[in-house]
């Protein structure tokens, strides 16, 4: 749902460097709210250099000087849930005794299902069909095949 908006929304280059920044505040988010160690300095200085090269990506975008933050209003969205969801998703998988190493895995993707169901239902997704006409998506254009 929020990986198929943000990729239609933002421009095409930027859908693989909006998750680089989740490390950061996953382990900033771990620390306060798990009770483990703040990443040592030299892996926060990785994490923050990560950071300037994505802030250096948005601030030399066109998208970005034509429309402002509002051209990465479903990253920041989906930057958001993505560190909730996995410190949270650490925390309930840290409580529950899963015997193999595909258990969390599994139990994670299980208690996702539900969400993306309810989700799913309120974008009306049932009702529009599986890739109905997949040219169609994110705007692109029709193509004619010549024969």
Known sequence: ??????????????????????????????????GRHYPNARSSVALVVICIGAAGYVWSDKEFENIGIMAYFWPIIYFFIIAFEMTYGKKIVSTVSLGTLSGPVLYTNLLSVPAMFVLASLDSEPTKGLLENPSQQCGAPNRIESK
């Open 1 to 34: 749902q929020f990986t198929s908006r943000m990729r239609c929304a933002c421009a095409s280059s930027c859908a693989p460097r909006y998750p680089h920044q989740t490390p950061l505040a996953v382990s900033m988010l771990e620390a306060m709210f798990l």
